[in-house]
């Protein structure tokens, strides 16, 4: 047993959220990389995320961007919910697009936290913009005796 | 062939649709009613949608919402898409509830529009609101000639 | 001394909000009603409101909108600050326009809330929807055992 | 007669801004700097601005932004208004703060732009994080002939 440091923290944080969540590990999502307040992933559009209009359902696009959110405010082994959010979608996203969320800590004071996410295609281009607000509950992720 | 009623283009929009939507449809969503600038949408939040906290992921919650406004705002026979959003989550979404979510048309000038949607559980609780901003782009959903 | 009604403590609150708020009154803002929950504020437009595009400058729109949010989150003696807000701005607002602000709280939960606030013109026009987040602090706004 | 640069545009469209602002200058902002898509303005709080919680009302902090903002979209030479924005509180703003706004374009795409400002007080500390969506009028701030 011995203290663990702040990229640990971070990194068996995310071990801890992806192992019980089916929500993002369904839809494909890669956590590609966490840091304490900060969280990349990538998910790829496929057929049963377009919409009638032949793009791809903004709520897939949010759900990736509310993901990326989630890791990033659960890089410190603190319990912690989203208490809301506002998206901006910028550009069309379409079949078969990569998309990768970028989510960093903009604020964190008391309990609650502003974590910006910006969501880009493969070509770079910025397809949304999300600011999640969020609220730390009683609880750890995981159990930080070293017994574990 | 003859004129149509605003209902009967919000329910022809609704069908043109949910044709081409496998995003909704997918996810279980049932869509209840619609009406010129309102639509109400039904899901059941089943195992995948469930996260790390044991709750519903706030981007399932988010999607049911925006597609009941995506229904709302395209009930004219007009292609119409999100421009952005912003969501409040108020209580915790479980394993098994039944959510459903009305959305209504606050405002609609331009080419733009502003829809409230309120998200509520099977006891009749408010468990999310949503506010969305609509843009509407060229184009028809359905053939108003008469032909189809 | 003797228990307040909802009402009652409504009212002083309000009183106890405006007594040492310029903010408010030096922009003329009147406080018309206010029940536990809600509040409805007017507010004239003058001429160092309007901006370079010979409008009202959106911050004294959100501004008044704010008030509206503030007086009826403080309708209960308990000292309640603004976590967020967001704003639309759905028609123009000239000089010499009346503006009403009604703001209704949509939910209350543990030390935060959602208050939606609609503003209209003279003419019944909405010129703009406000949601705001309240996050309630220690303390009161005045002294409630009779002795005040 | 001659082509102006971008960066020209940008300072001939902010004193066009600000010829006709009185909203802006009325509470004594400063713009310190403009570039194309970017405007650093500042304001001191003064006791006008106070609310009854003893902290900057609101309203004040969200004008700031707004106003950096409304710089920051109009460096083209194309009158462009807000069409909403949003706006998260961090830290309290007291009497005689010294508060600092700078907006930068996110994304302008068509006649719609996102851009995000930061509002610091005198220490650097952000007090507030605001997101806008600015719209694209028919006109332009000033003749770009040669003539004027």
């Known amino acids: 047993m011995h203290p663990r440091s702040a990229q640990q923290l971070a990194e068996l944080s995310a071990e801890a959220m992806l192992s019980g969540d089916p929500a993002s590990t369904r839809l494909g ?14 998910m790829t559009v496929v ?23 989630a890791f990033a ?8 919910v989203a208490s809301g959010a506002t998206i901006d979608f910028l550009a069309p996203v379409y079949l078969d697009d990569e998309l990768t969320a970028e989510a960093s800590e903009q604020a964190l004071g008391g309990r609650t936290g502003v ?20 609220h730390r509950l009683q609880g750890s992720l995981f159990d930080e005796s070293g017994k574990s």
């Not at 999502?29 to 992933?41: I, K, Q, W, Y």
């Not at 405010?73 to 912690?80: A, D, E, I, K």
């Open 47 to 69: 057929a049963y995320m377009i919409n009638s209009h032949n793009i791809c359902h903004g709520g897939y696009v949010f759900t990736l961007a509310d993901s990326a959110f």
């Open 115 to 134: 974590y910006d996410v910006v969501v880009t295609n493969q070509r770079g281009k910025n397809v949304a913009v999300f600011r999640g607000r969020s």
């Open 29 to 42: 999502m890669v956590v590609e990389e966490v840091r304490p307040g900060f969280a990349r992933l990538r």
């Open 73 to 80: 405010c659960n890089t410190y082994n603190r319990v912690t």
